[in-house]
């Protein structure tokens, strides 16, 4: 089992040397969040996961969780585990003061989240799904609800869920059938079935807060007709006491590919006692800020898979001694060379290594727009983060999960066939990663709320702000010799998407097939590029510490290299997927349904 080290340095080159997070919190009125403070936030988030959560995560997939009559019991240590957690005030972190939170930017706990996700996704998840409920409640709860459930909800007492799903409905949630009828005292009884509850039941906390969709008698068909509700596991006083057990109760729990320490639940809600978050009829909307956070989280795993990945196999291959390098004997004390000389052993490192820290750097800029949108009281500003932040959740959400499969993929492989044995542990980062191309609304489903709802949908507005401060950086650097590789990739691939974006809106127009066949490979496309552009930004800084003659050359040197990797063996793959666009919808939509055949 690879020994998980938490990538401390590279996070704080992210944080503070890519994207200034000092002055970043200091203009945010982020006033706690110097950086002291954040080194020792980082270090000590860095100490609790590698000896507390990194333990319990083989055990966590071999036990499994374990349903019985109603109750689910988590794998041993999960609870002691969560318990020091709570004991630690990591839940409290980046939550509202006026409730019990330290009031720290959410870009700092996404940080250290990505720390958690790696060491043990699905302990991580618990913690994680609590977050957006608490971030449903606060933006679109009234004060009462506010009072009943947060301070629990933020000290960690207390987890979150979120039910969506239904057996007949996933994607499609304007299908859903649970419905919610009005009491005499205003709050309403929710009836219906819910599945892939995740954290739906455990062992974990005092109660478990269901954030719930669901449909008024008499409300519109469709996703016109859906109302948000909060259904606690046990009642809640006005003063946000435990009170009498609510009729709700977990079904049973599935037995999965992955994740087998989190626990997947069927949720019955029996006349249980909910109450209306938000208006009626707008529950989507309100859940909207749940599944936005909820997709950077996704976004998050798909990092910190690929970072697990990436640890395990270099270890293996420094140490794994296979045949002679092809330019000579490099280690004539043993009987053969660590397979890390050899060139494709080194593709599928870099590879992990390219999409770990690249991904990084995108998330850490995503979070930081989240926490303009948070504290800015600039609304020109805000509403420019809030564009971006459209733009690119998709994106992060669906390329760096697929990317994050592909890398626990390479970390399989670099161990050969002991990769495919369960004690080493790169087969369960793969299980445990593929959950996350398909919770918070599938790779496809996110590539068409890219291309179809925002771009095409705003006649490409939503490009601008993203767009321009593209632009601005390729155009200062466009001198600089040492950053030409680098920025002229981006110029030309940027030139060919806004091409591809145009002709792809033109065939819609005849055929709108052109739209769900191009979504994916365009998705992947926009990954790529924007990938490349925190690269290039990456490297810059790398150049600038260089000249100044910075002590950690070797570091920046490594991110050089891995930039021209990326440049050089990874965005090109973005060619393929732009060829794959304009071949159009008609090979695959020509066959008819029912002559597919096997
Ligand atoms: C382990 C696990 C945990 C989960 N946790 C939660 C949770 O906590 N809360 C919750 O509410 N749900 C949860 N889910 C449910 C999850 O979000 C759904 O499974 C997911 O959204 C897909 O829905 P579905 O499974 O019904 O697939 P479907 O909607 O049936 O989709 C099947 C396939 O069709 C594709 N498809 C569907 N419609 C379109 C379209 N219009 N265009 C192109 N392709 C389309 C999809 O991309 C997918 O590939 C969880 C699921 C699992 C397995």
Known sequence: MPEYKAPIRDVKFVMQELLDCDSHYQRLGYDDASLDMIDAIVSEAAKFTEQVIAP?????????????????????????????FVEGGWPTLAQNTDFGGQGLPHSLNTAITEFFSSANHSFAMYPGLSHGALAT????????????????????????????????????????????????????SLTGTKIFISAGEHDLSGNIVHIVIARIPGSPEGSKGISLFIVPKYNVTADGEIAERNAVSCGSIEHKMGINANATCVINFDGAKGYLIGEINRGLNCMFTFMNAARLGVAT??????????????AYAKDRLQMRSLTGVKNPAGPADPIIVHPDVRRMLLTQKSIAEGGRALVAYLSQLVDIGHAS????????????????????????TEAGLECTSHGVQVFGGHGFIKEWGMEQLMRDTKISCLYEGTTGIQALDLLARKILGSKGEILKPFGSE????????????????????????????????????????TNPDEIGAASVDYLMYSGYLTLAYFWAKMVKVSLDKLAQGDEDAAFYQAKIQTARFYFQRILPRANGHAACVENGAESMMSLDAEDFSF
């Open 377 to 400: 009281d600039d609304a020109e500003e805000k509403a420019k983060a809030e564009s971006k932040l459209a733009l690119l959740t998709p994106i992060a959400k669906a390329f760096l």
């Open 137 to 188: 409640i606060e933006a679109h709860g009234s004060q009462e609800q506010q009072q009943m459930f947060m301070p629990n909800l933020v000290e960690g007492n207390w987890t979150g869920t979120m039910c969506l799903t239904e057996p007949h409905c996933g994607t499609d949630l304007g299908m859903l059938r649970t419905k919610a009828e009005l009491n005499d005292d205003g709050s309403y």
């Open 470 to 509: 593209v632009t601005k950086f390729c155009l200062e650097n466009a001198e600089v010799d040492a950053m030409q590789e680098f920025i002229q990739p981006i110029m030309s691939f940027g030139g060919d998407w806004q091409k591809m974006t145009q002709n792809i809106g033109a065939k819609a127009m």
């Open 56 to 84: 319990i995560n083989q055990i966590g997939d071999e036990q499994g969780c374990t349903w019985n009559d109603g109750e689910v019991t988590t794998p041993d240590g999960f609870k002691e585990a969560y318990q020091q």
């Open 301 to 314: 795993e798909g990092v910190a898979a690929a970072e697990a990945s990436f640890q395990g196999a270099l």
